[in-house]
């Protein structure tokens, strides 16, 4: 370790308590990393709908102030002696940086000029990604990488060769151009999967784009719904993604109106705080928790996400996974309440909102 040119404190955008309106600090302590972290100079900070329970409802958060921001690049600038990556190497400082923050820790806000990073969860920066779209990739990606091997259990094996489990079955995917949603459906199609999507008019050609079957038009009724994916599926799916954790219900319908083809049923949803369908109905939901990433206590899950992490580089890298579009909508901390209402506006759709804090 060891930096002398490093400032004692920093300007962040600081949530004083529960609920109250976030306002810019510029005198919050600069974070000292682990063994195992990497102090990172942020360079773009992303949004995400998390952002808004973290500081409305304090989901996971230790203690307020507390500076909300979850997912982001940048530079190291200080690197435990202990910062291994996953790819195997030890991180340095001058290396360019991505991932997920521990969510709702001191210190791990990516609202504000640096931030912490556990090496093992951080995704070193794919040469073929800018800075800004890397930091958009690492909540879509690792979230879509749990629901499909781990909650829906399908195997890794082959995948990077286009050798995955998949045989052509059916795959339904709630919300397919989302951050999360994206990273479902081209990784289910690397698996070997058909993948039919639902998203609106709008994001049609982007679906086809990232390899998607069909689409449906989320905003018809949901007995049109069913009835389309009857017809497209050939009335043979057993296996469904919620990207948007809006699809309990939808997906309910859809498996009662169809009977299952293979005897096994299974539904991952990103809802992790709804009451799961009734087992009874004939399926089985696996919530999703990228929550608790990073966390000592959430050593299986971290481990999981090393374990993937390298997949994730080198599908970026080879351009087998594509990043999605992305829009500056705030420069520096004072920018992030900009860009944050657009992100709460929906206005740009299936673009990642980012801000950006810092040139290179
Ligand atoms: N449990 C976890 O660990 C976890 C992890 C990550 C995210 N999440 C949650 O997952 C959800 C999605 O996150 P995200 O970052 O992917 O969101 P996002 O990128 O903001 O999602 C935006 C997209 O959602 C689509 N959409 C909106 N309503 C829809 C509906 N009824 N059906 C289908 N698509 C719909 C829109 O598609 P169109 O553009 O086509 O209209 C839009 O592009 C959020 O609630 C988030 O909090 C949970």
Redesign the pocket.
């Known amino acids: 370790m060891g930096s002398t040119s490093l400032p004692t404190t920093m300007k962040a955008l600081v949530t004083p308590s529960q609920g109250a309106p976030a306002e810019v600090r510029d005198n919050v302590s600069l974070p000292e990393p682990s063994p195992t972290q990497v102090l990172v100079r942020t360079l773009y900070a992303a949004i995400?709908?998390?952002d808004v329970?973290t500081t409305q409802m304090g989901l996971l958060v230790e203690s307020w102030p507390f500076v909300p921001g979850c997912e982001a690049s940048g530079i190291v600038v200080k690197a435990g002696n202990e910062a291994r990556n996953a790819l195997g190497g030890y991180f340095k400082k001058g290396d360019i940086v991505a991932g997920c923050a521990r969510l709702g820790v001191e210190g791990h806000g990516t609202f504000a000029e640096y931030f912490l990073l556990d090496a093992e969860v951080a995704l070193p920066k794919p040469d073929s990604l800018t800075a800004a779209q890397a930091s958009t990739v690492a909540?879509?990606a690792l979230?879509a990488f749990l629901g499909v091997f781990g909650e829906l259990g399908i195997s890794i094996e082959g995948l990077e060769e286009g050798k995955g489990e998949g045989e052509g079955k059916w795959v339904i995917v709630?919300?397919g151009?989302?951050?999360?949603?994206r990273y479902a459906v081209q990784t289910l199609k690397l698996a070997g999967y058909k993948v039919v999507a639902?998203?609106?008019a709008?994001?049609v050609e982007l679906l086809k784009s990232l390899g998607a079957d069909a689409t449906i038009d989320?905003k018809k009724s949901a007995d049109d719904i069913v009835e389309e994916v009857k017809r497209i599926t050939e009335e043979k799916v057993d296996l469904a993604f919620d990207?948007?954790?809006?699809?309990n219900d939808l997906v309910t319908k859809i498996f009662t109106a169809i009977p299952s083809s293979s005897g096994r049923r299974l539904y991952t949803t990103?809802n992790?705080w709804d009451p799961a369908p009734d087992a009874s109905l004939g399926f089985t939901t696996k919530?999703?928790?990228?929550?608790p990433l990073g966390r000592p206590s959430a050593a299986e899950l971290n481990s999981k996400l090393t374990s993937w992490i390298p997949v994730v580089y080198r599908l970026l890298e080879s351009g087998k996974l594509k990043v999605g579009g992305y829009s500056v909508e705030g420069e520096g901390i004072d920018g992030i309440p900009k860009a944050w209402e657009a992100q709460k506006s929906g206005r740009l759709?299936?673009k990642k909102v980012i801000a950006k804090l810092a040139d290179e």
């Open positions: 995400n709908p998390v329970f909540v879509g979230t709630f919300g151009a989302g951050a999360v949603g639902s998203c609106s709008g994001s989320y990207a948007v954790s809006v699809n990103t992790d919530p999703i928790e990228l929550g759709g299936s």
